[in-house]
């Protein structure tokens, strides 16, 4: 099959370069002619482990194709991909959907012959509709079935997620859309990968259902971690008690410093607008929305705490920057939230992110970037785990304590075991344990 994608931010990249790896024929299409051409001579505008391999060997193979423009690729094609972002509006949180409206535009004048115009873009209810209609009104005798087919990915494990997905989801009513679109994700038969076909408004919520539970689920371990705290029960014992019931299975229940990133916070959002626009509110996702972003705020008085409540000409060390680990977004990252708030009550900050530092430094003020923990951890009064790279799990703790001006750690993600921090004489607090 040919594909067209456009869009090579995360979602157009990964879903094209895993398609071109499935065997089929792929062109990357982006506006942006300095992306295009980095692509070209082989580097990866973003960090995604294993997508440089996997681009490079597609490209050898002769599948894998950039291009500024999008004229040949799309008449070729026969599914189209819109990929591009759908970011939250300023002000008022609806998605915006100008960047999706354009590509179809743009794809309405090209397309030559039956052709699937699939949104892999995460938009609200009712978008595949409008997508028809600009079809309709600037190409009335196209040939075109819109269908939805939603992403799953996550930043860091997008690449397996993509070969070895829980589900695929695919809206539309059209047969043929339906046969070009099992034709392309024909490879995953081989693991029996369950692919549902819905109506298209269903899959553009199926999408938006999904971040809004795992964000609630997030929320919930979250609050059952504070009363834990305010108990004295332990949440990792409590999340696999209740995570072993396989009505509510063990994902998703790690609990830490809130959720962020470039979809969760976004998606919500937009979730209980369209809820309100459809007067069905969605009070639960409302809650969590709020509740997500008190918790940042309350991961900052918990380092004030470990402070003796007097931040003022503190030094706070702060491990991780990103919203998670492998990965360079720092989109929504609880750290954008906790280090202003310590810098407000006048503290120092010196902070070290394996990816995150670049983004980091245009989002973040007065922070001492350092090279490695162990800078970060030398003159520091309290140490912060914030994001839980896996080189943070296995820190030389002697150096650690060597190098700080008392040994305090304020462990966010819960990767270090109570006991075996006391014994080694660190105060150490953590997250609902
Ligand atoms: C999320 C979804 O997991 C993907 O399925 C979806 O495709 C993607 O959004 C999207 O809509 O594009 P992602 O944002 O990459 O993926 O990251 P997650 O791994 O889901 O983590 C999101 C946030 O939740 C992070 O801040 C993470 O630290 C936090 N989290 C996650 C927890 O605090 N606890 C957990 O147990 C799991």
Redesign the pocket.
């Known amino acids: 099959m040919r594909v067209a994608m456009i869009g090579t931010g995360y979602v157009g990249l990964v879903s094209g370069a895993c398609f071109a790896d499935f065997g089929h024929t792929v062109t990357c299409i982006d506006k942006d002619a300095r992306k295009i051409e980095q692509l070209r001579s082989g580097g990866i505008p973003i960090y995604e482990p294993g997508l440089d391999l996997l681009v490079a060997s597609n490209v050898k193979a002769g599948r894998l194709f950039f291009d500024t423009d999008a004229t040949q690729a799309i008449r070729e094609a026969d599914a189209v991909f819109i990929g591009v972002g759908t970011p939250s509006r300023r002000g008022d949180g609806y998605a915006d959907l100008s960047y999706v409206y354009a590509a179809a535009e743009e794809i309405a004048g090209l397309v030559d012959g039956f052709t699937v115009v699939v949104t892999k873009s995460?938009v609200p209810v009712g978008t595949g509709d409008e997508i028809e209609a600009i079809f309709k009104r600037v190409r009335p005798n196209a040939q075109v079935a819109v269908v939805s087919n939603p992403?799953?990915?996550?930043?860091g494990a997008a690449i397996e997620d993509f070969k070895r997905p829980d589900r695929v989801v695919v809206g539309t009513d059209d047969a043929r859309a339906q046969e070009v679109m099992r034709e392309l994700y024909r490879p995953l038969y081989l693991n029996e990968t369950p692919i549902l076909f819905t109506s298209r408004r269903t899959s553009e919520l199926i999408k938006y259902a999904?971040?809004a539970f795992?964000a609630l689920k997030?929320t919930y371990i979250n609050e059952m971690a504070d009363l834990c705290e305010a108990v004295g029960a332990d949440v990792q014992q409590v999340a696999r008690g209740i995570g072993l019931d396989g009505r509510i299975g063990n994902k998703?229940?790690?609990a830490?410093p809130g959720?962020?990133?470039?979809?969760?916070p976004k998606?919500t959002i937009a979730l209980v607008r369209t809820a309100r626009d459809a007067g069905a509110p969605s009070e639960l996702v409302e809650a969590t929305i709020k509740v997500n972003d008190e918790r940042k705020r309350a991961m900052a008085r918990k380092v004030v705490k470990a402070l003796d409540g007097a931040p003022k000409g503190k030094t706070v060390g702060i491990l991780g920057l990103t919203?998670?680990p492998n990965t360079d977004d720092m989109r929504d990252a609880p750290s954008l939230s906790i280090i202003p708030a310590l810098q407000d009550k006048g503290a120092r900050i010196q902070a070290f992110d394996p990816e995150g530092t670049p983004e980091a430094r245009e989002l973040l003020r007065d922070v001492d970037f350092k090279e490695d923990p162990y800078a970060v951890a030398e003159g520091s009064d309290v140490l912060v785990i914030i994001t839980e790279w896996d080189q943070f799990r296995a820190l030389d703790l002697d150096r650690i304590k060597l190098l700080m001006k008392k040994p305090v750690l304020v462990d966010l993600r819960n990767i270090y075991k109570p006991a075996d921090m006391q014994a080694r004489g660190f105060a150490y607090t953590s997250v609902g344990r």
């Open positions: 995460t992403e799953f990915l996550r930043e999904a971040n795992l997030i998703f229940l790690n830490g959720y962020g990133g470039s979809c969760f998606d919203f998670k």
